[in-house]
């Protein structure tokens, strides 16, 4: 097993770290401010960070979704994904009261309200929890709802103040990144750097509580603190994400990356770094579509982002892809069949004591028990593959060495586990054919070979047939000079 | 902040409602009370079953439904809605089983994606066809319900029963009240012991199917006046409350029936004193309720368990079970 250090990740956070830091925004203008009609244009002007206009709003959207993409990756592996929604509703009623403090879209009150808020309503949901019958769900749903409720009613009773600059607060609901000014993505940068830091820092600590909370205790590790923090820096992300993203999604910037980068990798160190990737992906592409129209807004995009990215990862993914497994799954599946029709061509063979090479269509089927057709096509598969070749006009099929060979292994691994079964498990002669029918095929050469050394090399089955040995397999290959030395039945190295 | 809340008038906050104001804002109530009675029974059976959360993703995830329905239909008729909400529904329901039992994402991220994906559809679709689809984001989110009496009134038989919106959430909370009173042995079977459920033959599928297309129809009847998010307050909070209450499901259903009128009727009253929005309000006041229930419960409240606690019982005498929220092993 690959041993990972803890300290290259840490070194390579602390490069994402420098990478956001050198990244300082310059001064610019807001989105709506330009005219463009050409949309590939537009994503150069964009992506470049030429257009000094969209800098804040993508700088800030990238630097979020990095945040938001660290952070749910703990959320996710923790199984608390549903925490993150519920803290990004509990937030609301924060933010009216930040935005009261004094009367404007001041980051700061905001920042402190909504996150104070949001610590708020994950006690209650905790609380609730412990003192009541009610469970995790219920809790979760009820505060989200109930913190959101009293946020509207602040937010419609702000509206009809006379005083104060209200412009922009209705866009916390849905997010939009043209809103963002100087201040805002200096608020995220300064918590992406210090999330990212002290995952840096904590990361042992981290890794053990989400994975082994057990363990973590018994270790000394201090896990009820370090959920604290991890709640703490969730609120602080979700708070970040609000004038992007809006109250509704946040949470889905938090799951959705980091439920991407699950499907991909085993290792928590990866899974930080694609979901970190993923979150900056879906952030800038989010950033881009509401930069394409004039109404609209950022949060739906970059969610969207996200899910396209997980819908490939959940499709294509390498090792848990769907299609991916659907592919191996038929793969397998059409191995297996090959193998069982060239075995069947054996036994044909073995049944006229191998006198003539060939098998015509007919005696395979009359063997298998199927129509000629279906014969013809599973010849034919065979012959795609190089293991038979036919002959008077595709009706009587000859093995070629290498067929041969597979039939050879798959009938000894057949027999092998048989006489085994009978052997060395002591199960009736007449019990053994079914599981030896599936075990065929999976038999690896090791097995194989300790089979035979624990079965003493025989040489006959408990159906008195006789398996087929070493020197059969070279049978097979007598017209041919061989130059390497078969080292197992199951495949050759 | 005095600004924020205005004097208290109670010419205004408290008669006017009843009596000059009764022709508008006694829809208002009354509609408040219908979506929270049908969303309160169906909620019971969510709670019971675990299913909170997935009440939360098909509220946000009817969104979609309801959009797409209106561009194809081009119209706001109530059928072409239901139908994309249920349709909506299904998918919600068919796509977290899918992610959830097809990959190793487990069940609540599982939801927070489905959720979440649907719901930006859904506003995006409604942002780019704002002029088509008469809905706007606000509305989603926070409802109108103080607007429904405005709607065109449902004349049966030359007499007016009333908006059309407040009449056909009646019909579906009366709907949802006769079907949970019809098949209650079956939900209670199947939210409590599965396989009790299925030696009786009740097939645990359909069940949970036609709850979910219950909940469709229901959040999206709802969903005009109340919005996305306070739908999900109006499923969780009486069933909440009530179970802290009482144990028994007969007696839940009846304590969620009138959690859902005073939680409809005090809302609209704060409404009017805070000048905030009505549906927010309710909510407000249904969470109120469920504090003081989580409080005052005669059976497991923090008081009684804190009196509970406090009192020293000799050792010859047999402990009472002390109410306890919780399995001692867990």
């Not at chain 2, 927010?280 to 419960?297: E, K, N, P, R, Y």
Request: charged share 15%; with cysteine.
């Amino acid at each position: 097993m690959k041993h990972y250090s803890p300290f290259t990740v840490r070194h390579s956070l602390f490069v994402l770290v420098f990478v956001c830091l050198s990244a300082s925004p310059a001064h610019a203008a807001k989105i709506g401010d330009l005219v463009h009609t050409n949309v590939l244009e537009q994503a150069i002007d964009f992506f470049t960070f030429r257009e000094p206009a969209v800098r804040f709003a993508l700088l800030g959207s990238m630097l979020l979704g990095i945040c938001c993409g660290l952070l749910g990756s703990f959320i996710v592996v923790r199984k608390m994904a549903l925490v993150g929604d519920a803290l990004s509703h509990a937030v609301l009623p924060g933010v009216a009261l930040g935005f009261l403090w004094n009367m404007s879209k001041d980051p700061i009150a905001i920042f402190v309200g909504a996150t104070i808020a949001g610590l708020v309503g994950t006690s209650v949901v905790t609380l609730i929890k412990q003192t009541t019958r009610l469970k995790e769900d219920t809790a979760l749903g009820l505060v989200l709802a109930s913190f959101f409720a009293v946020g509207i009613c602040l937010l419609t009773m702000i509206q009809r103040l006379p005083t104060g600059n209200k412009t922009g607060i209705d866009k916390f609901l849905f997010g939009q990144a043209a809103a963002m000014g100087a201040d805002d993505v200096r608020l995220i940068a300064i918590v992406t750097v210090l999330s990212i830091t002290i995952i840096a820092l904590f990361y042992k600590e981290f890794l053990l509580t989400s994975f082994d909370a057990g363990f973590a205790k018994v270790a000394g590790f201090p896990a009820q603190a370090i959920h604290y923090g991890l709640m703490l820096l969730l609120a602080f992300s979700v708070v970040i994400a609000l004038q992007a993203v809006g109250v509704v999604l946040v949470s889905a910037m938090l799951i959705t990356p980091a439920a991407a980068a699950y499907l991909l990798t085993d290792r928590m160190s990866r899974m930080l770094w694609l979901a970190a990737f993923f979150g900056m992906a879906a952030g800038a592409v989010g950033a881009f579509f509401s930069y394409l129209g004039p109404n609209l807004p950022t949060g739906p995009f970059m969610v969207l982002g996200a899910t396209a990215v997980f819908v490939l990862a959940f499709l294509f993914g390498p090792r848990h892809g769907v299609v991916m497994r659907w592919w191996r799954q038929r793969s397998r599946a059409q191995r297996i069949q090959r193998e069982n029709t060239l075995k069947s061509m054996y036994h044909v063979l073995e049944a006229r004591e191998f006198k003539g090479d060939g098998v015509s269509l007919r005696e395979l089927s009359e063997r298998r028990r199927e129509t000629i057709e279906e014969a013809k096509q599973q010849v034919g598969d065979l012959r795609s593959h190089a293991l038979v070749t036919l002959q008077e006009e595709g009706n009587v099929a000859f093995l070629t060495p290498e067929g041969w060979q597979l039939a050879c292994a798959i009938v000894r691994n057949h027999r092998l586990w048989e006489l085994y079964l009978t052997n060395a498990a002591h199960i009736a002669a007449d019990h053994v054919h079914e599981d030896a029918e599936k075990i065929e095929h999976v038999l690896g050469e090791e097995v194989v070979r300790d089979l035979e050394r624990r079965l003493e090399y025989a040489t006959t089955d408990p159906h008195g047939r006789r398996i087929p040995s070493l020197a059969d397999l070279r049978r097979g290959g007598a017209g041919r000079e061989r130059t390497e030395e078969l080292v197992g039945y199951g495949r050759r190295s | 902040m005095s600004e924020l809340i205005p004097s208290f008038d109670p010419q205004h906050v408290l008669v006017m409602p009843w009596t000059s104001g009764l022709s508008s804002y006694g829809w208002s109530m009354l509609m408040g009370f219908f979506v929270a009675i049908a969303c309160g029974l169906i909620g019971n059976y969510l709670i019971l079953r675990r299913m909170a959360l997935v009440g939360d993703a098909i509220s946000h995830s009817v969104l979609p439904g309801i959009a797409i329905a209106f561009l194809l239909a081009k119209s706001r008729g109530a059928l072409p809605m239901f139908l994309g909400a249920l349709a909506a529904g299904i998918v919600t329901t068919i796509l977290i089983e899918i992610i959830h039992k097809k990959s190793r994402v487990k069940q609540d991220a599982a939801i927070g994606i489905t959720f979440s994906s649907l719901f930006a559809i859904g506003v995006i679709l409604i942002s780019l066809y704002a002029s088509r689809v008469d809905l706007d984001q606000e509305c989603v989110l926070y409802g109108e319900i103080g607007n429904v009496w405005i709607d065109t009134p449902v004349t049966i038989a030359g007499i007016s029963l009333g908006p059309a919106t407040v009449v056909r959430m009646g019909v579906v909370a009366l709907i949802t009240a006769l079907l949970i009173v019809m098949f209650y042995k079956e939900l209670l079977v199947s939210s409590f012991d599965s396989g009790l459920a299925f030696s009786l033959g009740i097939n645990a599928t359909v069940v949970h199917y036609a709850l979910m297309c219950m909940l469709s129809v229901i959040v999206v009847s709802a969903f005009e006046s109340v919005g996305a998010i306070l739908v999900i307050a109006m499923l969780i909070l009486p069933g909440a409350t009530a179970s802290l209450v009482s144990h028994r499901l007969p007696v839940i259903l009846g304590l969620t029936v009138l959690h859902a009128a005073l939680s409809a009727v005090l809302g609209l009253h704060v409404a009017l004193w805070l000048e905030c929005s009505i549906a927010g309000a309710m909510v407000v006041v249904g969470a109120f309720l469920f504090v003081l229930a989580w409080i005052f419960s005669p059976s497991q409240g923090l008081l009684r368990r804190w009196l509970w606690n406090r009192v020293e019982i000799p050792d010859d005498v047999a402990p009472a079970p002390v109410p306890s929220g919780r399995a001692p092993a867990s």
